[in-house]
């Protein structure tokens, strides 16, 4: 009998080993079904590593990218509101392969007439005014002459090549192949442009007019026809812009002759090459005191820009700027504007920061905008690399824009003067952020075409870090030395009300930037507010800002893509996150962690036994024999209790059983606040791991040694959960008004 029960389990042993298939391959294997598929690792989501992009999120050996080098002349024509210009591009081939054609980006020709933007926008029509605007800027578009008009496309001996529009992209047909790793091409052509007035058409450049003095404040970007990126994952990045999905583009290196009226002042990308000859001696004076100054100095005073403003010259100036390892030129131009700036210190290197502004924009932006913008750099520098570039730029245009070393930012009193403190605040707030885009996407070069949440998620988060340093700064205003600074979306707490719409009418963030509603708590908030939890909730600061700043080192200057970022934060903390990816970034379920029940267990003793009638959760006793059997069988296996052990299993111990339920579906650590009968009360925070055998009910066992008289979980509103009504025990007693009108609605169901 005994060798047929061993045969038999020999079979068993032999038939699960059978049916056990060895691994082929690092994919994981389908899971049981009690395991829950919310822990299993991201697979097939992510790439595979190879030469290129390794699996750790690292550059790979052979990791390569395009370069594309300019030459720019333009001149705005601020009779007609045309720029015109002519161009020069040096592309270098540094892929494995030889390319016969290149794909450039016409952004302008979005608001072409015939724009497959145009068409394809829906639009409602009702009698609201929002409606009116919609429709007024529709027709506007329908009826004016913008995009691109493109001529003189030739090679460098002056020779015509041949291409191809295909809306805002553009096709250049090459005699022969770029060759494979180092080859190069040079081409130019020439093109203008109608500049739209922003406020009444939109898009993220133009000019706005002033109708007091008649002048423009222009802020120029998207302007010139730019190189699309070519790479390891993709190819050519040439999806169509639709207004939504911002830029992919490639790094090099610019030199631009700005040719606009000899009364403008211009800011720009890069640096200015010919200061003297455009600026005036006393300008210069203040532009190199403004260098070494700890506050900002102004170099173009207001009283200046006031006079210019009554007598517009008919002369020109030319204004030469050169910026290197940059993907992107834009600028700023007018005779209204006032200019100061500052140098800051970063990693040991002096910065300038500056700021470009109308006098609507003062007092507000010659207080505070430089300011912002140096302090911008530094809390940025420190949670990921030294800033690299020489400028930094705010210009005060009505608008949030960001391009290497310059941005444009709203924020201007009202007719009075006055600030109110939400266009403070959202003055601020929209500076630290645009700036911040000089770190993300501008140096951190993600594809924004394809993944919004890549730059905006990430730079929303350090913005946050930014606006939580504002309080200890001398400069800052009182209210927020007093207060801090107001918190923002990012905030768990504040991001609920997006979170309870229901998932199956939203997307994950892991979308193409043209294909999400409610885009931006989609690529603004939810990410940024994902990262606020996984640095102050899951992994902690520590762990956290070391991989975040090793991505962030890792690809400074290069392409990266989700799964880079990925696997740079969990290799570089040792902490396996893909159950949060896969749960925040690929899925749209809520937090909803319910505490269904509490359940309390003590040793006997005649005198808890007494006052078991009194306490809130009414005990069930192990007897003291169960403890007496326990302890003779762990001395009978030659174990011994020691005093601690001793005192946990005596009647002076409570041991509470809390029942959890997922109802939301997103897996969270699970933080319980305990409030003790003396007043006092202690935080418990359970990882997310305690979900890996069932994502749906969990129990947990929490020992003390004083009395709980309520449980409370996620108390301090860490884990955006969306109905906290279930979050205590025992529950809150409702309402006699509410029982009232709960039956009443009960009754007018049935």
Not at 120 to 126: E, G, I
Not at 158 to 173: A, F, P, S, V
Not at 376 to 391: G, R
Not at 730 to 736: I, L, T, V, Y
Request: glycine letters at 6%.
């Amino acid at each position: 009998m005994k060798k047929l029960l061993l045969l038999l389990l020999s079979c068993i042993t032999v038939n699960a080993l059978a049916q056990k298939k060895p691994s082929t391959s690092d994919q994981e294997a389908p899971l049981p079904k009690y395991v829950s598929s919310k822990f299993a690792q991201l697979g097939q989501e992510l790439p595979t590593p190879n030469v290129y992009r390794t699996g750790d999120g690292s550059p790979g050996p052979n990791y390569w990218q395009q370069k594309a080098d300019y030459k720019i002349k333009a001149t705005l024509d601020e009779a007609k509101n045309v720029i015109t210009g002519s161009e020069t591009i040096t592309y270098y081939n540094n892929a494995p392969i030889p390319l016969r054609y290149l794909w450039i980006q016409l952004d302008q020709n979005r608001f072409a007439g015939d724009a497959t933007a145009q068409k394809a926008n829906p639009m409602k029509l009702t009698k609201s005014n929002g409606s009116v605007q919609r429709l007024f800027r529709w027709v506007s578009l329908t009826k004016d002459d913008y995009g691109y008009t493109i001529s003189n496309v030739k090679d460098k001996s002056g020779k015509k090549l041949k291409y191809t529009i295909n809306g805002t992209m553009m096709r250049l047909e090459l005699p022969q192949p770029i060759k494979a790793k180092g080859g190069s091409f040079t081409f130019s052509l020439d093109w203008k442009n109608k500049i739209r007035e922003r406020l009444k058409i939109g898009g993220r450049g133009g000019y706005e007019h002033f109708p007091k003095d008649g002048n423009n404040v222009y802020a120029i970007a998207q302007w010139f026809p730019r190189m699309c990126v070519y790479d390891d994952v993709n190819g050519w990045q040439n999806k169509q812009f639709l207004g939504r999905g911002e830029f992919a583009l490639t790094f090099g290196d610019y030199e631009v002759a700005l040719t606009v009226p000899a009364d403008h002042i211009v800011g720009a990308t890069g640096e200015l090459q010919n200061a003297k000859k455009v600026l005036s001696s006393e300008q210069i004076k203040r532009w190199e005191k403004a260098k070494n100054a700890k506050n900002p100095v102004v170099i173009v005073t207001q009283k200046e820009a006031e006079a210019k403003e009554k007598t517009k010259s008919t002369q020109t100036k030319t204004w030469i700027f050169k910026a290197k390892n940059v993907r992107d030129f834009a600028f700023t131009s007018s005779r209204k504007l006032i200019w100061d700036a500052m140098g800051v210190n970063v990693g040991g290197k002096n910065v300038w920061a500056m700021s470009y502004y109308p006098k609507e924009a003062n007092p507000l932006w010659g207080n505070y905008s430089t300011h912002i913008v140096a302090h911008t750099l530094k809390v940025y520098s420190k949670y990921t690399f030294d800033y690299p570039y020489p400028v930094a730029i705010s210009v005060e245009a009505s608008n949030g824009m960001e391009y290497p070393m310059i941005c444009f930012n709203y924020g201007r009193p009202n007719a009075q003067g006055v600030t109110s403190a939400r266009m403070r605040n959202g003055m601020f707030g929209v500076i630290i952020h645009e700036v911040g885009h000089n770190f993300f996407p501008m140096i951190v070069n993600s594809d924004e075409r394809q993944w919004t949440w890549m730059d905006e998620g990430l730079n929303s988060f350090v913005q946050t870090l930014a606006e939580r340093e504002i309080q200890s700064l001398s400069w800052a205003p009182d209210v927020y030395k007093k207060n801090g600074f107001p918190e923002g979306s990012r905030n768990p707490k504040n991001i609920i009300r997006y979170m309870r719409i229901d998932p199956k009418k939203m997307v994950p963030i892991m979308s193409n930037s043209e294909s999400i509603p409610y885009f931006g708590p989609n690529a603004y908030s939810k990410p940024a507010t994902a990262l606020n939890i996984l640095r102050n909730t899951i992994m902690g600061p520590e762990l956290f800002d070391y991989a975040f700043r090793e991505y962030s080192q890792k690809w400074m200057f290069k392409h990266p893509k989700p799964a880079d970022f990925f696997r740079t934060m969990e290799d570089a903390s040792g902490v396996d996150l893909d159950w949060f990816w896969r749960g925040w970034f690929y899925s749209t379920e809520p937090c909803d962690i319910s505490l269904e029940g509490v359940k309390l267990f003590q040793v006997e003793s005649d005198k808890n036994k007494t006052v078991a009638s009194k306490m809130v959760f009414k005990p069930t006793f192990y007897t003291q024999d169960q403890i007496n059997n326990i302890t003779a069988i762990v001395k009978r296996r030659g174990l011994t209790l020691n005093k601690g052990d001793k005192e946990a299993m005596s009647p002076n111990s409570f041991f509470y059983q809390l029942d959890f339920k997922n109802k939301g579906g997103l897996l969270m650590p699970i933080i319980v606040k305990m409030q003790y009968k003396d007043g006092s009360q202690q935080n418990v925070k359970i990882p997310a791991e305690i979900w890996k055998k069932d994502p749906v009910k969990v129990s947990k066992v929490l020992m003390t040694k004083k009395e709980v008289v309520k449980f409370v979980v996620d108390p301090n509103g860490e884990t955006a959960d969306i109905d906290t009504k279930n979050n205590a025990f025992p529950r809150a007693e409702m309402s006699k008004s509410g029982f009232k009108k709960m039956k009443e609605k009960k009754g007018s169901q049935e």
